[in-house]
């Protein structure tokens, strides 16, 4: 089967950046470095992680302080490319254990907006995925400030100040059309709108839209299950992408297991979330070229 990868691909600056620090950190550290819960979605990296003595400990963002009230100096804690809460940055400088924070730069700008806008007397209301970390990371640092996005009960008092974002990953059309539901409910003057989502994915979306069937009878998306931008790309694409098939490949070993839906198409797209090493995303395209 003949196969063009789409661009961009593999992984996202952010993802990268977090990758190299953590890798480069276990080659000069003593220490025995653990990270809290996983660094990014992508199965792959753990095992990397693992070769190079980092355990990953896959646990919630509401264990991460019991998690860190179990180690001790000779430990080097890394938090993840999601963000976390920052008293937990405290707890490692009070108890003596040194931490690595690998947090995506454009979450770091959002919290530090957020904290402007909390300063100023505005209420946060956060349009996001429930027990996603990066959503925990906000509904943790601003408590009660600071409310999940609810279609079902969300009554805001009249007098009060709010501010509408996004968990960096979720869809453009999840964003916007629970901000049309709020300002159609609430009105709009007490209401400011701040445009979190990331561009990266949605410049992935901008390319699969764009594809036709006249040049491609399937796409393959890349990328774990577990990947909330790589879900979002897939469901993207299964609504808008002119194309007979779509499939979520998520490793090698699942592309073999699915041969029988890879096989007699003559052209595939590919493209990945960006979570996904271009490892696997080369394995997985020369195994697709040799199918009939």
């Known amino acids: 089967m003949k196969y063009t990868l789409l661009k961009p691909t593999s992984y996202c600056p952010g993802v990268k950046r977090a990758i190299d620090t953590v890798i480069n950190k276990s080659k000069t550290s003593n220490k025995k470095m653990v990270t809290l819960g ?27 302080l019991g998690v860190l009230q179990s180690l001790t100096s000779s430990n080097l804690v890394v938090f993840t490319a999601h963000g976390h809460n920052y ?33 100023n007397g505005y209420k946060l ?20 400030d600071i409310q999940l996005y609810d279609e079902n009960n969300m009554n805001l008092i009249e007098n009060e100040k709010y ?47 764009k594809i036709s069937s006249d040049d491609f009878d399937i796409l393959v998306i890349i990328g774990s299950s577990l990947s909330s931008n790589t879900v979002e790309l897939y469901n993207y694409a299964v609504k808008e992408c002119d194309v007979k098939e779509v499939i979520l490949l998520e490793s090698l070993q699942d592309a073999v297991s699915k041969t029988s839906l890879l096989k007699n198409h003559l052209h595939a797209a590919i493209i990945s979330g960006s979570s996904t090493s271009l490892k696997t995303i080369i394995d997985i395209s020369e195994f697709i070229s040799t199918l009939d």
């Open 163 to 209: 501010v509408v974002f996004a968990q960096t990953t979720i869809s453009y059309e999840k964003f916007f059309s629970s901000i049309e539901k709020l300002e159609k409910e609430n009105g709009q003057s007490h209401l400011i709108v701040e445009n979190t989502l990331c561009q990266i994915p949605l410049s992935r979306q901008k390319v699969i839209s």
């Open 38 to 64: 996983k660094l990014i979605n992508n199965n792959e990296i753990i095992k990397t992680f693992s070769d190079h003595g980092v355990e990953t400990i896959d646990c919630t963002t509401s264990e991460y």
């Open 87 to 119: 008293n937990l940055e405290t707890y490692c400088n009070e108890h003596n254990i040194e931490f690595l924070d690998t947090t995506c730069v454009i979450i770091k700008d959002i919290l530090l907006k957020l904290s402007i806008y909390k300063t």
């Open 125 to 144: 209301i956060l349009v996001g995925k429930k027990g996603h970390p990066e959503t925990e990371c906000y509904l943790q640092t601003f408590k009660d």
